[in-house]
């Protein structure tokens, strides 16, 4: 049985209510409680700047010529031995849910990766940031001056598909084409726009290391992860380290 809000509250306040909220006290706590040494300290310095030279982003953008959609909503499927004999065998009836157009979507992407956007190189296998603006049809009852506006950016779309269905969409047909996981997007934007070219533009950025040994691990563990592909990492000092 899943816990209710206030049973979820009071459990946070057990476990973290001795934590200071204050960005800066919170800091001092830790050196505090873990007694940090003035060589422990340094080895912390050390180690930020090397991970701040040596770690860069890469960028790439990517242009789908249609229509911005969002993720539409799950739909549910009661599976039975009738109407699902293999995945029913052995088993009670249950409900399946998905996602109509995914499976689409998904082979739509990878067959464009085969043409259009073969110029991408690397499967991306480490952190990466995502933008992604979406350029709805500008409405046919805009006057002359407010479609111009509207073209600039001044005039914005408040209507669907909303920003968050849009970027579940876009970012559930990138796993496995473009990255191995949308769990890697470390930070992610939707912007809404009208143009009289309707358009998806997407804009990603990837890092050239994973900054800990623990997330390299993490990452070779993933569904997915393509061992062709190299994936460089920072050791325990901040150093770089190639497979």
Sequence with gaps: MSKSRNEKQKEYELKYSHIPRDNDERLQWLINQ??????KMQEIIDKKRNIETYLFYYDYKIILYEEPE???RPRFQMINRKNYMNMAMGARNFIHVFSPDAAEDHKFLHRLLDTELNELQRFIQTPCQVCINTFSRTPSYFNLTDTILAEIGVHRNIQKPDFDNIAKKYCDMFNENIWLDD??????EVH???SILPRVEIYIRYLNY???PYQYNQ??????YNPDIPVNYLDEKGLPVYE
């Design 192 to 194: 809404k726009y009208f």
């Design 34 to 39: 873990y007694r940090l040494s003035p060589s």
């Design 183 to 188: 769990q890697m997007v470390l930070d992610g």
């Design 70 to 72: 969002g993720a539409k």
């Design 219 to 224: 990452i070779l563990n993933k569904a997915g």
């Design 210 to 212: 994973v900054s800990t």
